[in-house]
């Protein structure tokens, strides 16, 4: 069985940093696009940041310059390395994968990783 486990969220004050970690585990072939999405309550998820197998990488325009996605195609594994937090970053952070694996491939989702940033 696919899943995503993710790691690294956490409290932080404002001007910090953090680093997500999102690992795929099990039988797969490969992985497409990888992503970070977010969610506060009561608000949509929003689209944080995307890689695509090849490293083409997209941003929320709110993020450019101070978040990074990065991949690690060897470990089947997405980053996302986060400076200048501010405090209207505070959400629940969640990766997706599109991944190739058969009948049971298709887009999987992390369990979310709460990031919190203090002012």
């Known amino acids: 069985q696919v899943q995503l486990v993710e790691s690294g969220g956490g409290l932080v004050q404002a001007g910090g940093s953090l680093r997500l970690s999102c690992a795929a585990s099990?039988?797969?072939?490969?992985?497409?696009?990888m992503g970070w999405y977010r969610q506060t309550p009561g608000k949509q998820r929003e689209l944080v940041a995307t890689?695509?197998?090849?490293?083409?990488?997209n941003y929320l325009d709110s993020v450019k310059g101070r978040f990074t996605i990065s991949r690690d195609n060897a470990k089947n594994t997405v980053y996302l390395q986060m400076n200048s937090l501010k405090p209207e970053d505070t959400a629940v952070y969640y990766c997706?994968?599109?991944?190739?694996?058969?009948?049971?491939?298709?887009?999987?989702w992390g369990q979310g990783t709460q990031v919190t940033v203090s002012s």
């Open positions: 997706t994968a599109e991944i190739v694996a058969g009948i049971r491939g298709g887009e999987y």
């Open positions: 099990g039988t797969l072939f490969s992985i497409n696009a």
């Open positions: 890689i695509t197998s090849s490293g083409s990488t």
